[in-house]
């Protein structure tokens, strides 16, 4: 489901994409208060935690080697300095202590909220179901990859499909009350993830696409987006999650566009036809996937793209990219937010996975601050004969 940021917009309401009812004032107030913490800890605590770093002459010399052209300690070795470092300061470890609190509490704090309205919940789902627009094809047998299956990403209790009612709990708990201050993983605080995905879907070239996919589509968020900026495209996507491909239909069907979603995994098998899409998005998916699984996405994506479509990737920036204290930020996800790949894939190179994969003009750069959203656009070849 999508992250709605204006619940009080009775507009919302009348459109009936807005329940009319209210969490309870204690449901409330709990996710205003984690918000409220995170929002303290990444705005407030994590620069004075900066500020020591880059005052230490460990930690100056640590950053001089990280921003250099010709580094003489390697990645890896530079970020576990800085992380031995920063763990020696008691503001980064309270920092990283609200931080893991907050990430904990979505689910202690927000389900027990949900569940106090879980009848209304089910109602207002249960009304969505009317009239949905366009097609959700999951009755198949996918074989899900063992990567994905055992994780509870972001420590979502029981992973993407743990709950019946996440899509409420983050539509109308963590979207608009958490999330919304942004501050979290690569998300900057102040900036708003629904903004963002806008401004990701405004890099593709052309002003027209007449069919856009998006692997690892989840609640179709992005999609949403996608449907903003280029109102006429048709609009297809992947997950592995029935939950999240069954509120995405309805979350769109409220909206009043279209999407066509399919149970799938997007790395190995979409069940699109060759050269069917003009354009592809992919948005915080590859930080989820194995480097093999990437590759293999890349692959199939050049299958279903016709010769000249364009594909754009918003991921977190590679630890290339950021000075070296924020990498240390963005690496702690990994063992404390529950994204086992999340190190591996900012050590990589998306750029040479996509050429690797047969795809030319391949760039990438920032469109916001903290180097996020960060972009990586290519474009598949003309076949010869096009392109003469
Ligand atoms: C962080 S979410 C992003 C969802 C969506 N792209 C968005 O912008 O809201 C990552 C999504 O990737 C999906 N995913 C991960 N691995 C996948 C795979 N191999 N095939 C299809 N979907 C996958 C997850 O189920 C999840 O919905």
């Given at each position: 489901m999508t992250f709605l940021?204006?619940?009080?917009?009775v507009s919302l309401q009348q459109q009936g994409t807005a329940p009319s009812f209210a969490l309870s004032q204690r449901g409330r107030s709990g996710f205003e208060l984690l918000g409220s913490v995170q929002k303290f800890s990444s705005g407030t605590l994590r620069p004075l935690a900066e500020e020591s770093f880059v005052a230490t002459p460990e930690g100056k010399a640590l950053s001089a080697d990280h921003a250099s052209a010709a580094p003489v300690r390697s990645e890896r070795e530079r970020i576990a300095a800085a992380k031995a470092l920063c763990a020696s300061d008691n503001v980064f470890r309270l920092e990283r202590f609200i931080q893991r609190y907050v990430a904990e509490q979505n689910f202690n704090h927000g389900i027990p909220a949900i569940e106090e309205r879980r009848a209304e919940f089910r109602a207002y789902e249960a009304a969505m179901e009317r009239g949905l627009l366009g097609t959700l094809d999951i009755d198949v047998d996918v074989v899900v990859p063992s990567y994905y299956d055992r994780i509870e990403w972001h420590l979502e209790p029981g992973g993407w499909d743990g709950y019946d009612l996440y899509g409420a709990l983050f539509a109308f708990g963590v979207g608009p009350y958490v999330f919304s201050h942004g501050g979290y993983a690569a998300v900057a605080v102040g900036d708003d993830i629904a903004q963002q995905r806008l401004n990701t879907i405004r890099q593709f070239p052309k002003n027209e696409y007449a069919r856009i996919y998006e692997p690892g589509c989840g609640g179709v968020s992005t999609l949403k987006a996608v449907h903003t900026v280029f109102p006429d495209a048709a609009l297809h996507g992947s997950d592995l999650s029935p939950l999240l491909l069954r509120n995405g239909q309805k979350m769109a069907s409220r909206f009043g566009f279209s999407v066509h979603l399919r149970l799938a995994d997007s790395a190995t098998d979409t069940r699109e036809a060759d050269e069917s899409f003009d354009g592809v998005i992919t948005y915080a998916l590859h930080h989820e996937l194995p480097p093999k699984a990437n590759r293999a996405l890349f692959r199939e994506m050049y299958r279903i793209m016709k010769p000249g479509a364009d594909i754009v990737i918003s991921d977190p920036p590679p630890f290339r990219a950021v000075p070296l204290f924020h990498a240390v930020i963005l690496d702690w996800d990994t063992e404390h937010r529950e994204e086992p790949f999340f190190t591996t894939a900012l050590h990589d190179s998306l750029d040479e996975m996509l050429r690797e994969a047969g795809f030319d003009a391949v760039e990438s750069y920032a469109i916001g601050h903290g180097q996020y959203p960060w972009i990586t656009r290519a474009r598949k070849p003309l076949k010869l004969a096009e392109a003469a």
């Open positions: 940021t204006q619940l009080e917009d």
